[in-house]
T-cell receptor, first 111, second 117 residues
């Protein structure tokens, strides 16, 4: 059975304290791995899509990497506005339009 | 460029009623998918439409249905509402998910918050 597991469930950081979120997956065929950010009461905001092992993408203080078994979202020198729930999702081969999501990591950054 | 628009944003229904939610995708996007988000189950895929055809469906009962119009706008309907249907319903659009193409990007709307009493 295809599975997507995110860890930790919650993360509390001091402003400027860098950290990494993990998304591990066990799937039959990966077409792409997505990262989203979600603020309370809002829809997920697209961050990155990664397609192959070794790929990296960056956006401001965020950097996403992908291996054959997992993906990491690195947050460098976070600010309070980076507080959100971060979701990863996989798009499987022969699965049109469907993303399978992990449970998310809730990140709180304090000043 | 306008994003994905969902209406209504909030609604309250009672058990046994039905509800219809609407989604207007980003201009030029032909693929629309729907998700249900609850605290216990997270984000769960409902179905996906491309050019008015349902191409994929998640594991939800037949009370959940949808359709897509020729202008790519989509609606989903839930009949005979149950308490457990209370959730945030999210619509997402993409330029296309044709087999053999790269996945690209998938953009979500703000959602429709449904409360069933």
């Amino acid at each position: 059975e295809d599975q997507v597991t995110q860890s930790p469930e919650a993360l509390r950081l001091q402003e400027g304290e860098s950290s990494s979120l993990n998304c591990s997956y066990t799937v039959s065929g990966l077409r792409g791995l997505f990262w989203y950010r979600q603020d309370p009461g809002k829809g997920p905001e697209f961050l990155f899509t990664l397609y192959s092992a070794g790929e990296e993408k960056e956006k401001e203080r965020l950097k996403a990497t992908l291996t054959k078994k997992e993906s990491f979202l690195h947050i460098t020198a976070p600010k309070p506005e980076d507080s959100a729930t971060y979701l990863c999702a996989v798009h499987l081969t022969d699965s049109w339009g469907k993303l399978q999501f992990g449970a998310g990591t809730q990140v709180v950054v304090t000043p | 460029k306008a994003g994905v628009t969902q209406t209504p944003r909030y609604l309250i229904k009672t058990r046994g009623q039905q509800v219809t939610l609407s989604c207007s995708p980003i201009s030029g996007h032909r693929s629309v998918s729907w998700y249900q988000q609850t605290p216990g189950q997270g984000l769960q895929f409902l179905f996906e439409y491309f050019s008015e055809t349902q191409r994929n469906k998640g594991n939800f009962p037949g009370r959940f249905s949808g359709r897509q119009f020729s202008n790519s706008r989509s609606e989903m309907n839930v009949s005979t509402l149950e308490l457990g249907d209370s959730a945030l319903y999210l619509c997402a659009s993409s330029s296309g998910w044709l087999a053999g193409e790269a996945t690209g990007e998938l953009f979500f709307g703000e959602g429709s918050r449904l409360t069933v009493l």
